[in-house]
């Protein structure tokens, strides 16, 4: 009997269900609560990694910042590795490991920062989870500002003595017996020759435009520089006078812009000693730009001011008018009329390539050369070679680093876009 009863009392307990529930979310509530808190450590290892990310970009992009690219690397490196710290120091017992690695090619310079931290959990250490890994990596590129030296070259030849525009041609046409547009600058006439009637009369010539837009390129340099000595200038003629005429130096090269500026004043139409001396052939570019070659040492990389890059800014209006006898193929006078050895033509590019070749830019602006309509000189020796004559003045320059402008269009405005174009080519071609 008593044996039947126990045998009925274990079959009720065995089929029992009551309380199943509150048992099962016992037993459900441990990795509830571990999920849950895992959720929450791994948000704030999330937040703790966006903030070391920001501190990784600051480090990065301070090294490849201006200041920082004028040190070395190693000051460089030891200034990122101070900001992130910095930065991080909230988190500075979480962190495993720091680098920043920098490199230098040419202008240009990279930064790597790479972090690793371990953040301690506090919920899913229940279930194992002692830390979270984060880790990072910030890259940074820049370009460093170039130190350039620029050395103007102006044509100063009896040509530029042309009215600047139209109108002043105009003028000087109606005002002159030989209906002649040119301003020259005879000594034997120093009182009465067509430069005083042009200044007599307000008319500009091509030189005076010249002039004044050098001194503003000064302006421009200098308020463009970002760098102590970044920028240096020197200018050059082709000559005070045709006879004996020669390489002359308006200012060597210097950092002081403004005194630079000063110097510019000088530069003047070039003078002749009488009408037709030497059968007027004072422009003698292949003479000029060999003396220029000599005149510009070797480039650097623009990474300092002892390793400037070195730009040569050529601004005529591109027609030759020398003796030239040569029978050479790379240096006879491709116009040369018989029985004379007085050659003009456009610029022979040969020059130009001499001088490209040692890694120095040119920079050509091209004055248009206004055709004369009225005057037989023009005719006869200029206008049958009259349109290779803006050709041959860009393949004198370097890629990208030519310019046309008409006189009337602003020569001024002309130079200082050619002057950026310059600098930004430096920035991008490194």
């Given at each position: 009997m008593r044996i039947g009863a126990l045998r009925r009392a274990v079959r009720s307990f065995r089929s029992d269900r009551s309380g199943n529930v509150l048992m099962l979310f016992a037993f459900a509530l441990v990795p509830i609560l571990a999920l849950a808190g895992g959720?929450?450590?791994?948000?704030?290892?999330?937040?703790v990694r966006i903030q070391l990310n920001a501190a990784a970009d600051s480090a990065a992009l301070a090294a490849v910042s201006q200041a920082a690219m004028l040190k070395s690397i190693a000051d460089s490196?030891?200034?990122?590795?101070?900001?992130?710290?910095?930065?991080?120091?909230?988190?500075?017992?979480?962190l495993a490991s720091r680098t920043v690695e920098?490199?230098?090619?040419g202008l240009s310079r990279s930064a790597k920062v790479v972090y690793s931290a371990n953040y301690p959990t506090h919920f899913a250490s229940f279930v194992g989870q002692a830390k979270v890994v984060v880790s990072g990596t910030s890259s940074a590129a820049g370009a460093r500002a170039p130190f350039i030296d620029f050395f103007l070259l102006l044509d100063n030849s009896p040509s530029m003595g042309v009215a600047a525009t139209d109108d002043d041609i105009k003028v000087m046409v109606a005002k002159t017996s030989d209906k002649c547009a040119f301003a020259c600058h005879q000594m034997d006439k120093a009182t009465s020759d067509y430069y005083t009637l042009a200044k007599s009369l307000g008319v500009q010539m091509r030189i005076d435009v010249v002039r004044t837009a050098s001194q503003q390129l000064m302006d421009t340099a200098k308020s463009?520089?970002?760098?102590?000595?970044?920028y240096r200038m020197?200018?050059?003629t082709m000559g005070a006078s045709c006879n004996g005429k020669t390489?002359?130096?308006?200012q060597s090269i210097t950092s002081d812009l403004t005194a630079a500026k000063s110097a510019a004043s000088a530069i003047d139409l070039m003078t002749i000693p009488y009408a037709n001396f030497d059968s007027d052939q004072c422009t003698d570019f292949n003479t000029t730009l060999t003396s220029m070659n000599a005149v510009i040492s070797n480039p650097g990389d623009g990474s300092s001011a002892s390793l400037p890059q070195k730009v040569l800014y050529f601004v005529s209006d591109g027609v030759a008018d020398y003796a030239n006898s040569s029978s050479a193929s790379s240096t006879k006078c491709s116009q040369k009329k018989s029985g004379t050895t007085r050659c003009q033509e456009p610029i022979n590019t040969s020059f130009c390539k001499t001088i490209k070749d040692r890694g120095i830019k040119i920079a050509v602006l091209y004055t248009t050369y206004l055709p004369l309509p009225t005057n037989?000189?023009?005719?006869?020796?200029?206008?049958?070679?009259s349109a290779k004559i803006p050709t041959n003045m860009q393949a004198c320059a370097s890629p990208g680093l030519y310019f046309?402008?008409?006189?009337?269009?602003?020569?001024?405005?002309?130079?200082?876009?050619?002057f950026q174009r310059i600098v930004t080519k430096a920035y991008l071609s490194m």
């Open positions: 959720v929450i450590d791994y948000t704030q290892a999330a937040n490196k030891a200034d990122a590795e101070k900001i992130f710290d910095a930065n991080a120091v909230s988190y500075k017992s979480m920098i490199t230098n090619v463009t520089a970002t760098l102590t000595g970044q020197a200018a050059y390489l002359t130096t308006i037989d000189w023009y005719n006869d020796w200029i206008k049958p070679f046309e402008v008409s006189p009337s269009q602003g020569i001024a405005e002309a130079m200082n876009a050619l």
